[in-house]
């Protein structure tokens, strides 16, 4: 069983950043699981932002996101990290790392279904 806890959201203004932190807590190998990160606004479906196979290093993002947000690992730590760049408000949201052991890396994509194991979520808040 795994457990995941994610932090560093906040209120912050529109063009501005976040990192985003998620520590992993695992019985089996943590560098070799698929990690991402999904977010829900209220009133909207979950949405993929990002995803990483920890041992090859591989992202994918959602369209939304891709080329404002970055993706990370820290193998030695246990850490998954989410650096938002331009952030503005359609962002905001409540953001949830995922991590799924079984998914094999081919299949490591920011599809919410494919995922086992879920953070508590951390919001993030965008003011223009």
């Known amino acids: 069983q795994m457990s995941l806890a994610d932090s560093g959201g906040d209120s912050v203004q529109a063009g501005g950043s976040l990192r985003l932190k998620c520590v992993v807590t695992?019985?089996?190998?943590?560098?070799?699981?698929?990690l991402g990160w999904f977010r829900q606004a209220p009133g909207k479906e979950r949405e993929g932002v990002a995803t990483i196979y920890s041992p090859a290093g591989t992202a994918n993002y959602g369209d939304s996101v891709r080329g404002r947000f970055t993706i990370s690992e820290d193998n030695a730590k246990n850490t998954i990290y989410l650096q938002m760049n331009g952030l503005n408000a359609e962002d905001t949201a409540v953001y949830y790392c995922?991590?799924?052991?079984?998914?094999?890396?081919?299949?490591?994509?920011?599809?919410?279904?494919?995922?086992?194991?879920w953070g508590q979520g951390t919001e993030v808040t965008v003011s223009s």
């Open positions: 695992s019985g089996t190998r943590y560098s070799e699981n698929c």
């Open positions: 995922a991590a799924s052991p079984a998914l094999r890396p081919g299949s490591c994509l920011p599809f919410s279904g494919l995922f086992t194991y």
